[in-house]
């Protein structure tokens, strides 16, 4: 696709359908793997202990492959393209590539120096014996760190040129190699799964990093990158990388940081808590990143290209139809995972050392996180805009006031209201939905108009056009529970069967209602079948 046609295009849906397929299929096997993971030891101390190490090199990989990093070079990176030309650009590139080598191989190493006090913050209420294999799982992973960051560098590169398959797509090999490495190696160090094959989980996420990375390497040959060893980091571009990225790690990562926080308080909760709330926001993710991820995606080259040239007009039309797409996508998902919590996680789920109880805790976490799903969706689209127009601080003190809130209310809903992981669930979402509201009203304030009208419309019809899929999810728990003892592909049937009925229903109803969204979302399915 030429940068003209995108120019002219503003938000390009063809390539968010392009980038939703590959992270559809990311986040697919990323189920896949955490299915696996809890068949083979359940939800209790073992995966507790995985979970809680695996935060450290996560919380790093979904900060840099969809956050900081990402969002800050994608932005100087797309204004160094249009205002001085590709060559420019790729020796910024070697200049970054060169600078994050160097400091995440240090903060990696730190990492394994400090490993034991990591994890007494991260898990204080971990009794000794299972915050020592925590921290043992925590020093094999660590590493994994400079390749996610190297691997997130890459990415950018290649979506700031227009190419977003294969960094899309790179995810997925991670989650290849998480699989194929952590069962081989867990089933080499002790055939019966006990909790020593952890180690095994460990070794294979280290394979995923390598290849999450290698992958996207022979894209970035073609794309025309040559990699330099370049130490001049005085280069203005590369001062307005870490201007940028600095507060968007606070900024991106007020998610993940809340996460965090509610594993603090699910350490105190016995074993279960962290492993319930893990697997629930590993599935509340699959809709995030499909819908919320894809659109961000796209929109952040165009954004910031039309912001370097002093087109605010197309600016604010880009972001506000990028918004109002992800409501689209992201309100019927969110509906469909509360009322449908239950069966699809004794669905995915169940089986193995995972039993019934299980399934019911991680459904009431997924409830209660799905509440806050087009919130989250919508930060991954508006939080980077900020950065496109130089108010680099405003989505950074906006996470501060989110952390602050979701602190306050994991305090109350614990301690006060008894709601236990359910508390730390529900707290998280209306963090997120806060810490959007407040990134709306600024942006509106420093850039103007964002057709708020359009938005709170299609806010409202999808609401409506949402109805029929919460009426037929709740009503067919009773018709799926019969399926409750059939072979797994039957009891699978019955919910896509269930799910492609109420995608009918509200695709049907959004016509109805003339919801823009729909057009969007057919012009993806038309030029897909006319390609074919």
């Known amino acids: 696709m030429s940068e003209d046609r995108l120019n002219k295009e503003g938000l390009n849906t063809r390539a968010a359908g392009v980038v939703a397929g590959a992270v559809m299929l990311s986040r697919v096997l990323g189920l896949l793997r955490e299915l696996i993971f809890a068949g083979l030891f359940g939800a209790g101390r073992g995966m507790d202990a995985f979970l809680t190490a695996f935060r450290a090199p996560n919380l790093l990989r979904d900060l840099f492959a969809e956050g900081a990093l990402s969002?800050?070079?994608?932005?100087?990176?797309?204004?160094?393209?249009?205002?001085?030309?590709?060559?420019?650009?790729?020796k910024l590139a070697s200049k970054m590539a060169t600078l994050t080598t160097i400091f995440m191989s240090l903060v990696s190493f730190l990492g394994v120096i400090f490993a034991a006090e990591f994890i007494g913050f991260l898990a204080p209420g971990f009794p000794a014996e299972k915050a020592a294999l925590t921290i043992e799982l925590t020093r094999i992973m660590d590493p994994c760190i400079l390749m996610v960051s190297l691997a997130a560098l890459v990415m950018g590169m290649l979506n700031a040129t227009n190419r977003f398959t294969v960094p899309a797509l790179a995810s997925s090999f991670f989650n290849i190699g998480s699989i194929a490495g952590g069962v081989a190696f867990g089933w080499w160090i002790d055939p019966h799964f006990g909790e020593r094959s952890l180690i095994g989980l460990a070794l294979g996420t280290l394979l995923g990093g390598f290849l999450q990375l290698g992958v996207q390497l022979p894209g970035l040959y073609k794309a025309g990158f040559r990699f330099v060893l370049d130490f001049n980091w005085r280069d203005p571009g590369v001062r307005q990388v870490l201007l940028l990225m600095l507060p968007a790690v606070i900024a991106a990562s007020a998610v993940q940081i809340n996460v965090m926080i509610n594993s603090i308080f699910a350490s105190y909760l016995g074993d279960g808590p962290v492993s319930w709330l893990s697997y629930a926001f590993r599935l509340m993710q699959l809709p995030l990143g499909v819908f919320g991820v894809a659109v961000a995606t796209v929109t952040l080259p165009v954004i910031s290209r039309a912001s370097a040239l002093g087109e605010m007009g197309r600016f604010r039309s880009t972001l506000a139809k990028a918004m109002r797409l992800a409501v689209f996508l992201t309100l019927p998902s969110a509906v469909g995972l509360i009322v449908l919590a239950e069966p699809i996680i004794a669905l995915i789920y169940q089986r193995g050392k995972f039993i019934d109880s299980d399934s019911l805790h991680t459904a009431e976490?997924?409830?209660?996180?799905?509440?806050?799903?087009?919130?989250?969706?919508?930060?991954?689209?508006?939080?980077?805009?900020?950065?496109?127009?130089?108010?680099?601080?405003?989505?950074?003190?906006v996470s501060f006031l989110s952390i602050g809130l979701n602190l306050a209310l994991n305090w109350i809903f614990i301690f006060h209201f008894k709601m236990g992981h359910r508390g730390l669930a529900l707290s998280t979402?209306?963090?997120?939905?806060?810490?959007f509201t407040l990134l709306y009203l600024l942006m509106t304030r420093v850039s103007g108009s964002l057709e708020s009208k359009a938005l709170a419309s299609t806010l409202c019809r999808c609401l409506l056009a949402s109805l029929p899929i919460g009426l037929l999810g709740w009503y067919s728990h009773s018709w799926l529970a019969s399926f409750g003892h059939s072979a797994v592909i039957t009891r699978a049937g019955a919910m896509l069967a269930v799910i492609a009925a109420a995608v009918a229903l509200f695709l049907l109803a959004s016509w109805l209602l003339r919801i823009e969204g729909f057009n969007e979302f057919l012009g993806i399915i038309t030029r897909k079948l006319k390609r074919r």
């Open 71 to 90: 969002t800050a070079f994608v932005t100087v990176f797309s204004q160094r393209i249009a205002t001085e030309g590709e060559n420019s650009a790729w």
């Open 365 to 397: 976490a997924l409830q209660f996180y799905a509440i806050g799903l087009v919130g989250y969706s919508c930060i991954k689209v508006l939080a980077p805009a900020f950065y496109a127009i130089n108010h680099k601080w405003t989505p950074m003190l």
């Open 429 to 435: 979402a209306l963090a997120a939905t806060v810490n």
